[in-house]
């Protein structure tokens, strides 16, 4: 592993990083704010460490898998701890803890909080708060990648370690072509949304940051309320199309705008996905009708923003879900475990490893009746591998193992059963809120400060999908010739 490469491409994260603070520091000196300094400070050190690399070190065309998934990794810790920089120069809130939390939760996109007065930061954090979702939401070397002149073969070796495989699957590009195709469509499905937003009666620094959490799955609001500030079905619909569009797999929503493509509406996943959507939207609106809200229209209209936020790992709120009936609650936590696709912003165990399972079952209980028949597995009428079927599903089993410890190890830790599990979920899933005392009107303040750290780990597992965060720790990664055949299979292609 050669660490004078790594360091220039993580160097490359920080100034982008360094750029998202100084505009952030720029809003806080129109306003005149006290942040603007802890925001300066801030970017000084993020260029400082992220521009000796860029020039004293020769660009490298050539990087190994290994250095790839070092430098992703690598990068995604750093920038977490670069974003708790003006939190903690800031004050208030914001002991190291709180602030490493709030930093991972708004790169990772999960959207949890441990602010109880979200108001009361000046615009400049605020901005920051939500620009570090739109950076994580793309991914944080992807996001670099794409504004980077040409990078060869380790543009492309860093491509393949920041997606992971089930992402890549509709990527029919190169590098390059895959790396244009994310971008237009992130920062296009930004730009619409703010439009709507302001059309909607949004002030533009409402509009955009709230875009930037949509877009990105994250959650972030500038409002303590969240989405239930406005009081508003118009805006509350336009947030809900963006989150469906923002949960579904980004080249076949470039596919079908710029390619005249019928792949979205003949994909398996998609068409699930919408369905799942719209049956929990009913269920919800049938199960609050009466107990909560008297009118149909309300119940369809509260269970549908909440569902879909949920069900998106995006995390508004437009109203307390956490007093709603057990089924909602229960309806809620499923969604929150299983979430949007792959390809897409959106977080959880995707969609597409959802559709393998039943299928895998469909066959398994097929193979039961006929012991000798050869019954493949089938997805948008190709034949899928048994064993990326396999990886599927033992990645929903250590997905569920993991979410299960981390809840355990917070009941220990004194937080009751119901925030716990919920809590532990939403933080793995990237979701943002869960139930009881860290539902979508609560926060994570009263987590103790063990309890917290867990979470962030949750999270960050959650984003780079497990396999990257372990096999960033296995000894062979950091050997300057690391066995790369010597790897479990099922972590061979994350390196």
């Known amino acids: 592993m050669r660490l004078h490469v790594v360091l220039r491409y993580v160097g490359f994260v920080l100034l982008c990083n360094a750029l998202f603070l100084l505009i952030a520091a720029s809003i806080s000196a129109l306003k005149a704010e006290a942040s603007l300094f802890p925001l300066l400070y801030s970017a000084l050190v993020c260029v400082l460490f992220g521009v000796f690399p860029a020039i004293f070190v020769p660009p490298s065309k050539h990087i190994t898998n290994n250095e790839g998934l070092i430098i992703v990794v690598a990068s995604w810790l750093l920038s977490c701890f670069a974003g708790t920089l003006p939190y903690i120069l800031w004050g208030g809130e914001f002991s190291f803890t709180n602030a490493w939390f709030e930093s991972v939760s708004g790169y990772t996109t999960t959207g949890s909080t441990i602010l109880t007065n979200i108001e009361a930061l000046p615009l400049g954090l605020l901005f920051w708060r939500s620009a570090t979702h739109w950076i994580g939401g793309m991914g944080i070397i992807l996001f670099v990648l794409s504004v980077l002149p040409s990078t060869g073969i380790a543009g492309m070796v860093l491509y393949r370690s920041e997606l992971s495989p089930l992402a890549r699957e509709n990527f029919r590009y190169n590098a390059s072509s895959a790396l244009k195709t994310l971008l237009t469509v992130y920062v296009g499905l930004t730009a619409l949304e703010t439009v709507a937003l302001l059309f909607c009666g949004m002030n533009l620094f409402d509009a955009v940051t709230h875009s930037f959490a949509t877009i990105a799955t994250g959650g972030f609001s500038p409002r303590n309320a969240s989405i239930a500030f406005y009081h508003s079905p118009l805006i509350e619909s336009v947030i809900i199309f963006f989150m469906v569009l923002s949960g579904i ?247």
Not at 308 to 322: H, K, M, P, R
Not at 421 to 443: I, Y
């Open 249 to 495: 797999h980004f080249a076949l929503l470039f596919a079908t705008v710029f390619e005249r493509s019928k792949k979205l509406w003949q994909s398996t996943v998609v068409r699930y996905y919408i369905a799942v959507l719209v049956v929990g939207a009913v269920i919800m609106t049938i199960d609050i009708h009466g107990s909560q809200f008297q009118e149909w229209s309300q119940a369809l209209r509260y269970a549908t923003f909440q569902l879909t936020s949920v069900g998106t790992s995006t995390g508004f709120a437009n109203a307390d879900s956490s007093i709603w009936p057990p089924l909602s609650q229960v309806l809620l936590l499923l969604f929150s475990l299983q979430c949007a696709c792959a390809g897409s912003t959106s977080g959880g165990i995707k969609m597409d490893r959802v559709v393998l399972l039943w299928k895998a079952l469909g066959k398994q209980i097929k193979q039961l009746q006929h012991p000798r028949a050869i019954i493949p597995v089938r997805l948008n009428g190709r034949h899928i591998q048994e064993d990326a079927v396999s990886a599927s599903v033992l990645y929903i089993a250590i997905y569920l193992f993991l979410v299960s410890i981390a809840a355990i190890l917070l009941i220990a830790l004194g937080v009751d059963p119901l925030s716990a599990f919920s809590g532990s979920a939403a933080a793995t899933g990237n979701v943002g809120p869960g139930l009881g005392t860290v539902g979508s009107v609560g926060n994570f303040s009263h987590i103790p400060t063990m309890g917290k750290w867990i979470l962030s780990l949750a999270m960050l597992l959650g984003r780079l999908e497990i396999y990257g965060l372990l096999v960033f720790f296995l000894p062979p990664i950091w050997k300057t010739k690391a066995n790369h055949q010597s790897l479990d299979p099922a972590l061979r292609e994350f390196v």
